[in-house]
């Protein structure tokens, strides 16, 4: 149970041969590492690790297949993702390297584009592969296809008709069609967010059942746990 996130379970606990160390998983996406010895190794990582696609939406296409929501692709598919945060900040490239994938990387193909939506949250956000192109140009068709849909804007304007849809387009210098929630000229220092339901990868939506919200009195009970019983002294001898 953490406050603001509520209850969690563990996923799945594994136990060293020797029965010395056991790790296990949560709901919440912490990795939990119980053990004898020292902890130096693991304090040369980052304390929070997480990809940058963790806990983002799925859809089902038309075939009923299911794509990431996001870069509409099938998820096996996609690209090694990105280490980040819990506030989806993305760590140095030497952490970058750990992942799968991308040991052989060059530094740049290790830093990742970003994109802040209007609200200053950063989001780690990667290109399409089949989307990219050598020169940035864009294409003859994509070029039609904003100069008709520009018409049609300024033919409902003209006949005092306005559209359904609110007109809230913009374009990048190259005149392709840019989403306007992206502002990446905005602060990358958005500090953390650690209150309500959203905290940088894990957006809970606050869809949690009310019965799943920690209270004052779960959490005290929570931290005065018994998780070993004390052993008596005839079995400790």
Not at 9 to 31: E, I, Q, R, W
Not at 68 to 88: K, N, S
Not at 117 to 127: L, M, P
Not at 175 to 181: F, T, V
Request: charged share 25%.
């Amino acid at each position: 149970m953490i406050e603001g996130q509520g209850h969690g379970a563990v996923f799945d606990c594994k136990f060293s041969p020797d029965g010395n160390h056991f790790a296990c998983t949560d709901s919440h996406g912490h990795l939990l590492l119980f053990g004898f010895g020292c902890s130096k190794y693991y304090e040369k990582i980052p304390d929070q690790m997480f990809f940058h696609t963790d806990y983002r939406p799925l859809i089902r296409d038309a075939n009923n297949y299911v794509l990431d929501e996001q870069t509409q692709q099938a998820p096996h598919l996609m690209p090694p993702p990105f280490l980040v945060d819990v506030d989806g900040n993305p760590h140095p490239t030497k952490f970058q390297r750990l992942v799968p994938g991308r040991e052989n990387c060059k530094d740049e193909q290790l830093i990742p584009q970003l994109g802040y939506v209007a609200n200053g949250d950063g989001e780690v956000v990667e290109q399409v592969i089949g989307q990219q192109t050598n020169d940035q140009d864009e294409s003859i068709l994509d070029g039609i296809i904003r100069e008709l849909q520009r018409e049609q804007d300024l033919r409902l304007i003209n006949e005092g008709d306005a559209p359904h849809f609110p007109i809230n387009r913009s374009y990048s210098s190259n005149g392709a069609l840019r989403n306007p929630d992206m502002d990446i000229s905005a602060s990358p220092n958005i500090g953390l967010r650690r209150s309500g339901q959203i905290e940088g990868v894990r957006q809970m939506h606050n869809n949690a059942p009310r019965s799943q919200m920690a209270t004052e009195r779960d959490l005290m009970a929570w931290s005065r746990r018994v998780v070993v019983n004390e052993l008596n002294n005839g079995v400790s001898r």
